[in-house]
């Protein structure tokens, strides 16, 4: 008997970046359910409109000198950008209307993955790997780690902590020990402290898109600028947990104290929940991770066993205005799921103990696969950042 040979091991790397039928079968399954209610929703609109034409409740406009309707404005024909969020010519969904009376949303309806056009990652080098991804130490709290292009891990941070949070731009890091709220460059130099009295088991310091402000929990949930030190605490209405910032700025994903998503405005006063399924079985409302550019998509623990464990890394990601958990097209166990400012979203799974890293851009294509170097087989992924 002699041990595999070249042939076993190409047959081996050639499974692992297959993705599993069953995941194509439900992807389509989901399609065609979302075309059979939405014919279902046209046919019904034909036969009201039919039955209005024939009772007579339907009256015809007369004709008139102006053929514009009086009392409503005629709707510009090229909506400026700034008016829709779409580019010039596009004008783009129509904004989500909030339940809650007097509130408007507006968050543009990303693409999801359905079935993948193709398995093949533009790149399967970590050389080609456009941001930094960071790591810690879950058992100690006391390591952080960047992933360098070359495939070397370095500790950026060495001090013990109880939380942590890196910057959109991977320049800095928050973090809480012995509940002063710390910052420090990831290039080195010493810590400065930014807050005292902080608190962390419920809110992890999170870094505003700007890099400029924090979400911390003092006394009470609040943002902190941290140039001047200057803290406002958060409306009373958003009553939760784990805060964390859109790309964009413009919304907040957190956790209510009964394990539930809401999702508000940066001015709102009060949110709005997160529809409730089968697919996470509430487990993964208790903690939102990571948030997609828009607000739209959110990384969450799905597992029991992580619900309870803030540093738990997310498994899974979670459609904010469907409640529904997305398929994502990677080969094995989702161990690690991550945004970044700009709404990539990096993947980190394991299947036959070998680990790997998945970047999808916010239409999710599959920008890069790559193995990730065994040094790192023992930490928990944290961020993404550009």
């Known amino acids: 008997m002699t041990g595999p040979g070249p042939l076993h091991d190409s047959l081996s790397e050639l499974a692992d970046s297959v993705l599993p039928i069953d995941l194509y079968e439900r992807s389509l399954r989901r399609s065609r359910r979302i075309g059979r209610r939405e014919a279902a929703v046209g046919t019904g609109a034909a036969v009201v409109a039919l039955g209005l034409l024939g009772s007579g409740l339907w009256q015809m406009p007369q004709p008139s000198g102006d053929s514009s309707p009086r009392g409503v404005a005629a709707a510009p024909l090229n909506p400026s950008p700034g008016a829709t969020g779409a580019p010039q010519g596009d004008a783009g969904p129509a904004p989500i209307q909030s339940l809650t009376p007097g509130r408007t949303t507006s968050r543009p309806h990303r693409p999801r993955p359905q079935a993948p056009a193709s398995t093949r990652p533009r790149s ?30 370095r500790t950026v941070l060495s001090a013990p902590f109880s939380a942590v949070g890196v910057s959109p731009d991977g320049a800095r890091v928050a973090y809480v020990t012995e509940g002063q709220l710390m910052v420090v460059d990831t290039a080195g130099g010493e810590p400065q402290q930014v807050y005292a009295g902080t608190a962390s088991d419920a809110q992890a310091p999170a870094w505003s898109p700007d890099g400029g402000r924090l979400l911390i929990d003092a006394t009470d949930p609040g943002v902190l600028d941290v140039a001047t030190g200057a803290l406002t605490p958060l409306p009373t209405g958003l009553d939760g947990e784990h805060f964390r910032w859109s790309g964009d700025g413009t919304t907040l994903v957190y956790a209510t104290t009964s394990c539930r998503l809401e999702v508000a405005g940066v001015n709102a006063q009060t949110g709005t929940p997160v529809p409730a399924t089968q697919d996470t079985g509430g487990a993964a409302a208790c903690r939102p991770v990571s ?93 993404y950042t550009r």
């Open 291 to 383: 948030v997609d550019s828009t607000g739209d998509l959110v990384t969450v623990r799905t597992e029991q066993a992580g619900a309870a464990d803030t540093d738990a890394p997310a498994d899974a990601v979670l459609d904010t205005s469907t409640g529904e958990t997305v398929d994502l097209p990677v080969p094995g166990t989702v161990i690690g799921a991550v945004f970044d400012a700009q709404g990539n979203l990096l993947v980190r799974s394991v299947q036959r103990g070998r680990t790997r890293l998945s970047l999808f851009d916010p239409g999710f294509t599959l920008l890069l696969r790559a193995k990730e170097p065994a040094a790192l087989k023992d930490l928990d992924l944290v961020a």
């Open 124 to 153: 399967t080098s970590l050389a080609a790997l456009p941001g930094q991804v960071f790591y810690q130490d879950a058992g100690t709290k006391a390591d952080l780690v960047r992933l360098t292009r070359d495939g070397d891990p």
